[in-house]
Protein backbone atom coordinates (compact mmCIF):
# COMPACT_ATOMS: atom_id res chain seq x y z
CA UNK A 1 0.00 0.00 0.00
CA UNK A 2 1.52 3.66 -1.18
CA UNK A 3 0.95 5.71 2.12
CA UNK A 4 0.34 8.93 1.70
CA UNK A 5 2.95 11.68 4.10
CA UNK A 6 0.27 12.41 6.45
CA UNK A 7 0.51 8.65 7.15
CA UNK A 8 4.37 8.44 7.96
CA UNK A 9 4.04 10.99 10.11
CA UNK A 10 1.84 9.97 12.18
CA UNK A 11 4.00 7.03 12.60
CA UNK A 12 6.86 9.02 13.19
CA UNK A 13 5.04 10.76 16.00
CA UNK A 14 8.22 13.07 16.98
CA UNK A 15 8.43 16.69 15.78
CA UNK A 16 11.29 18.95 15.92
CA UNK A 17 9.88 21.23 18.74
CA UNK A 18 9.21 17.30 20.55
CA UNK A 19 13.07 16.43 19.69
CA UNK A 20 15.72 18.98 18.77
CA UNK A 21 17.62 15.97 16.82
CA UNK A 22 15.21 15.21 14.20
CA UNK A 23 13.80 17.33 11.56
CA UNK A 24 10.54 19.09 11.77
CA UNK A 25 7.16 17.51 10.25
CA UNK A 26 7.34 20.35 8.03
CA UNK A 27 10.65 19.43 6.54
CA UNK A 28 9.94 16.06 6.05
CA UNK A 29 6.77 17.01 3.59
CA UNK A 30 8.55 19.52 2.10
CA UNK A 31 11.79 16.75 1.21
CA UNK A 32 8.28 14.12 0.67
CA UNK A 33 7.34 16.72 -2.03
CA UNK A 34 10.79 17.56 -3.45
CA UNK A 35 11.75 14.10 -4.28
CA UNK A 36 8.52 12.64 -6.00
CA UNK A 37 9.11 10.28 -8.57
CA UNK A 38 12.49 8.92 -7.35
CA UNK A 39 10.77 5.72 -6.55
CA UNK A 40 13.36 3.80 -8.55
CA UNK A 41 16.48 6.13 -7.32
CA UNK A 42 18.49 5.20 -4.24
CA UNK A 43 19.72 7.22 -1.31
CA UNK A 44 22.56 7.59 1.58
CA UNK A 45 21.80 8.79 5.10
CA UNK A 46 24.85 10.10 7.02
CA UNK A 47 23.17 9.94 10.71
CA UNK A 48 19.70 7.72 11.72
CA UNK A 49 19.01 9.20 15.14
CA UNK A 50 16.08 7.27 16.07
CA UNK A 51 15.21 6.53 11.91
CA UNK A 52 12.51 8.65 11.96
CA UNK A 53 13.70 10.72 8.77
CA UNK A 54 15.05 7.75 7.10
CA UNK A 55 11.15 6.23 7.49
CA UNK A 56 10.69 8.68 5.13
CA UNK A 57 13.52 8.21 2.93
CA UNK A 58 12.39 4.88 2.48
CA UNK A 59 9.10 5.44 0.97
CA UNK A 60 10.63 7.76 -1.65
CA UNK A 61 13.50 5.59 -2.67
CA UNK A 62 13.95 2.20 -4.42
CA UNK A 63 16.64 1.70 -1.36
CA UNK A 64 18.13 3.64 1.48
CA UNK A 65 21.71 2.92 3.14
CA UNK A 66 21.73 4.41 6.44
CA UNK A 67 25.00 4.94 8.38
CA UNK A 68 25.28 5.55 11.89
CA UNK A 69 28.05 4.58 14.63
CA UNK A 70 27.55 1.08 16.04
CA UNK A 71 25.53 -0.51 18.47
CA UNK A 72 22.96 3.28 17.29
CA UNK A 73 20.24 1.27 15.16
CA UNK A 74 18.05 -0.04 17.94
CA UNK A 75 14.98 2.49 17.97
CA UNK A 76 15.73 3.52 14.09
CA UNK A 77 15.11 -0.44 13.61
CA UNK A 78 12.55 -0.53 16.00
CA UNK A 79 10.58 2.01 14.10
CA UNK A 80 11.00 1.00 10.46
CA UNK A 81 10.97 -2.99 11.49
CA UNK A 82 8.43 -3.65 8.67
CA UNK A 83 10.32 -1.88 5.58
CA UNK A 84 12.76 -4.11 3.75
CA UNK A 85 14.28 -1.47 1.99
CA UNK A 86 16.33 -0.10 4.27
CA UNK A 87 20.31 -1.31 4.75
CA UNK A 88 21.79 -0.13 8.67
CA UNK A 89 25.59 0.48 8.01
CA UNK A 90 27.09 0.56 11.21
CA UNK A 91 30.35 2.78 11.16
CA UNK A 92 32.22 6.09 12.01
CA UNK A 93 31.86 8.23 9.67
CA UNK A 94 34.89 10.30 10.48
CA UNK A 95 37.37 6.64 11.22
CA UNK A 96 36.34 3.87 9.21
CA UNK A 97 36.77 3.25 5.41
CA UNK A 98 33.56 3.27 3.51
CA UNK A 99 32.76 -0.91 3.00
CA UNK A 100 32.81 -1.07 -0.80
CA UNK A 101 29.67 -4.04 -0.48
CA UNK A 102 27.48 -1.14 -0.27
CA UNK A 103 28.71 0.67 -2.88
CA UNK A 104 27.99 -0.74 -6.08
CA UNK A 105 24.08 0.78 -6.42
CA UNK A 106 24.29 4.50 -8.20
CA UNK A 107 22.84 6.86 -5.46
CA UNK A 108 21.27 9.57 -6.58
CA UNK A 109 20.39 11.57 -3.07
CA UNK A 110 22.44 12.10 0.64
CA UNK A 111 21.02 12.47 3.17
CA UNK A 112 23.57 14.69 5.59
CA UNK A 113 22.78 14.79 8.79
CA UNK A 114 25.33 13.41 11.09
CA UNK A 115 28.59 15.69 12.93
CA UNK A 116 27.31 19.12 12.40
CA UNK A 117 30.48 20.75 12.51
CA UNK A 118 32.43 22.71 9.56
CA UNK A 119 34.68 20.01 8.76
CA UNK A 120 32.36 17.21 9.23
CA UNK A 121 29.66 18.46 6.67
CA UNK A 122 32.55 18.98 4.26
CA UNK A 123 34.08 15.43 5.05
CA UNK A 124 30.51 14.13 4.45
CA UNK A 125 30.67 15.76 1.09
CA UNK A 126 33.98 14.17 0.31
CA UNK A 127 33.11 11.05 1.23
CA UNK A 128 29.91 10.68 -0.64
CA UNK A 129 31.62 11.43 -3.39
CA UNK A 130 33.45 8.26 -3.43
CA UNK A 131 30.23 6.76 -4.03
CA UNK A 132 28.95 5.31 -7.72
CA UNK A 133 26.45 8.09 -8.52
CA UNK A 134 23.85 8.57 -10.92
CA UNK A 135 23.74 11.11 -13.75
CA UNK A 136 21.63 13.80 -11.34
CA UNK A 137 22.89 13.90 -7.92
CA UNK A 138 21.22 15.61 -4.72
CA UNK A 139 22.59 16.81 -1.15
CA UNK A 140 20.02 17.15 1.73
CA UNK A 141 21.51 19.12 4.91
CA UNK A 142 19.31 19.42 7.81
CA UNK A 143 19.92 22.01 10.29
CA UNK A 144 21.36 24.49 7.60
CA UNK A 145 19.46 27.59 9.05
CA UNK A 146 19.80 26.16 12.61
CA UNK A 147 23.90 25.71 13.24
CA UNK A 148 26.07 28.26 11.85
CA UNK A 149 28.84 25.56 10.92
CA UNK A 150 26.25 23.61 8.87
CA UNK A 151 25.42 26.94 6.79
CA UNK A 152 28.97 28.12 6.43
CA UNK A 153 29.82 24.80 4.96
CA UNK A 154 27.05 24.30 2.73
CA UNK A 155 27.53 27.98 1.28
CA UNK A 156 31.30 27.47 1.07
CA UNK A 157 30.38 24.24 -1.19
CA UNK A 158 28.12 26.55 -3.23
CA UNK A 159 31.05 29.43 -3.21
CA UNK A 160 33.64 27.10 -4.70
CA UNK A 161 30.64 25.45 -7.73
CA UNK A 162 30.82 22.29 -6.43
CA UNK A 163 26.75 22.60 -5.33
CA UNK A 164 24.13 24.75 -7.01
CA UNK A 165 21.79 25.97 -4.54
CA UNK A 166 17.83 23.80 -5.49
CA UNK A 167 14.96 24.39 -3.03
CA UNK A 168 14.67 25.17 0.86
CA UNK A 169 13.01 22.66 3.48
CA UNK A 170 11.01 23.14 6.11
CA UNK A 171 10.46 26.47 8.71
CA UNK A 172 11.69 29.68 7.72
CA UNK A 173 14.35 32.25 9.57
CA UNK A 174 13.05 32.98 12.88
CA UNK A 175 11.21 29.65 13.53
CA UNK A 176 11.43 29.11 17.27
CA UNK A 177 11.88 25.34 18.15
CA UNK A 178 12.27 26.35 21.50
CA UNK A 179 14.26 24.34 24.26
CA UNK A 180 17.23 25.74 26.46
CA UNK A 181 18.66 28.06 24.78
CA UNK A 182 15.81 28.27 22.33
CA UNK A 183 16.73 27.19 19.15
CA UNK A 184 15.79 29.62 16.45
CA UNK A 185 16.59 29.67 13.08
CA UNK A 186 18.70 32.20 11.04
CA UNK A 187 17.76 30.73 7.89
CA UNK A 188 16.05 27.76 6.23
CA UNK A 189 15.85 24.72 8.31
CA UNK A 190 17.17 22.48 5.40
CA UNK A 191 18.42 22.56 1.90
CA UNK A 192 18.72 21.02 -1.58
CA UNK A 193 21.52 21.37 -3.38
CA UNK A 194 22.81 19.61 -7.13
CA UNK A 195 25.86 18.47 -7.24
CA UNK A 196 27.72 19.86 -9.93
CA UNK A 197 29.61 17.38 -12.07
Request: aromatic letters at 14%; charged letters at 25%.
Amino acid sequence: MNKTIDEILKEVVEDKKDNLSTTSFKFKKDLWDQFQGFEKKNCVEFGTHKGQTTRVLAHLFDHVYTINLPKHFDEAKSLNFDLGNIDYIEMDLYQDPIDVNFKHKPISVFFIDAVHTFDAVMSDFSRALNFKLDNEVYFVFDDYGCIKEVFYAVNQLIRINQLQRISYLGHESGHNFGGFPPRILTDYEGIVCKLIQ
